[in-house]
């Protein structure tokens, strides 16, 4: 089995930052990609960041470009989120995700494991 547990979520004022994480446990990901989505009330899940295996292929919506930063830690089997001058639009509950496979795709489906999500709160 495995676990995915995201942190770092809360609420911060617009244009603040946070660091969302997420630690796998009961087997490593240093073969899978791992992915953020995100999901606001009403709306449907959406793609956020994604990131290869080896960290040296990422992808981003173009709602987050230029703002945030997804990272990770294969030692310490845990990926990150770094998010800047976050927007009130950005305001959601935030799931980690991970595959298998090493390639970092956008789609949801692609993904096998998912996280219970952290809750994201910008204020205007």
């Known amino acids: 089995q495995v676990q995915l547990v995201e942190s770092g979520g809360g609420l911060v004022q617009a244009g603040g930052s946070l660091r969302l994480s997420c630690a796998a446990s009961?087997?490593?990901?240093?073969?899978?990609?791992m992915g953020w989505f995100r999901q606001a009330p009403g709306k449907e899940r959406e793609f956020v960041a994604t990131?290869?295996?080896?960290?040296?292929?990422?992808d981003y919506a173009d709602s987050v470009k230029g703002r945030f930063t997804i990272s990770r830690d294969n030692a310490k089997n845990t990926a990150y989120l770094h998010m800047n001058r976050l927007k009130p639009e950005d305001t959601a509950v935030y799931y980690c995700?991970?595959?298998?496979?090493?390639?970092?795709?956008?789609?949801?489906?692609?993904?096998?494991?998912w996280g219970q999500g952290t809750q994201v709160t910008v204020s205007s």
């Open positions: 995700a991970a595959r298998v496979g090493s390639y970092p795709y956008r789609g949801s489906g692609a993904y096998d494991y």
């Open positions: 009961g087997r490593t990901f240093s073969s899978g990609a």
């Open positions: 990131i290869s295996w080896s960290a040296g292929s990422t």
